[in-house]
């Protein structure tokens, strides 16, 4: 067997073996640096033409509050059915009318009835661990866990769990 003694041989990185090597200089974007505009302390001044639309604007202003309201009105209508949503420090598990909710730490996974197949329950059987798998249609397969405060919280979550899944999961 023949080794190499030749140090002036450097290894080859490769994206895969090393993240932080960039192959040409051209890859990574250069950071502009961050323009600071001079704050001007003169008031704005009014052109004649736009002082009728000046008018207007709290009327617009009031007529986008009314459509907020209704929109936040609506959004609670659409809570009339059962929810299940349970949480810990780290995580949370939601579904309602719209789908499942997975949340862990700062992200978010959305199913919509339309796309899941079926949705698994396993509670631990030691511990107080409580996972919900959501299975879509494409053979894809999410899952999320939450720990629960007591083992007879534990033992509350599954029967919750189907009676939200019967309200929800046959209409779709």
């Known amino acids: 067997m023949e080794q190499s003694i030749d140090s002036n041989k450097k290894p080859e990185f490769a994206a895969g073996t090393d993240p932080a090597f960039?192959?040409?200089?051209?890859?990574?974007?250069?950071?502009?640096p961050r323009k600071t505009e001079p704050e001007s302390e003169a008031a704005p001044e009014t052109d004649p033409e736009t002082a009728p639309e000046l008018d207007e604007a709290p009327e617009a202003a009031a007529e986008?509050?009314?459509a907020e309201a209704d929109a936040v009105a609506g959004a609670e209508g659409a809570e009339d059915g059962p929810v299940f949503e349970i949480s810990d420090r780290r995580?949370?598990?939601r579904v309602a009318r719209?789908?499942?909710?997975?949340t862990l730490d700062d992200q978010e996974a959305d199913f919509d009835w339309s796309e899941i197949?079926?949705?698994?329950?396993?509670?631990?059987?030691?511990?107080?661990r409580f996972t919900v798998t959501?299975?879509?249609?494409?053979?894809r397969w999410f899952n999320?866990?939450?720990e629960a405060a007591s083992r007879a919280q534990l033992k509350e979550w599954?029967?919750?769990?189907?009676?939200?899944l019967d309200a929800y999961f046959e209409e779709s």
């Not at 960039?22 to 502009?32: F, K, M, R, S």
């Open 22 to 32: 960039i192959p040409l200089p051209g890859l990574a974007a250069p950071v502009a």
């Open 64 to 66: 986008a509050t009314d």
């Open 91 to 93: 995580g949370s598990i």
């Open 98 to 102: 719209e789908g499942v909710r997975f």
């Open 117 to 128: 197949g079926a949705v698994e329950m396993n509670p631990a059987r030691f511990g107080r």
């Open 134 to 139: 959501v299975h879509l249609s494409s053979r």
């Open 144 to 146: 999320a866990e939450v």
């Open 158 to 164: 599954p029967a919750e769990l189907d009676t939200v």
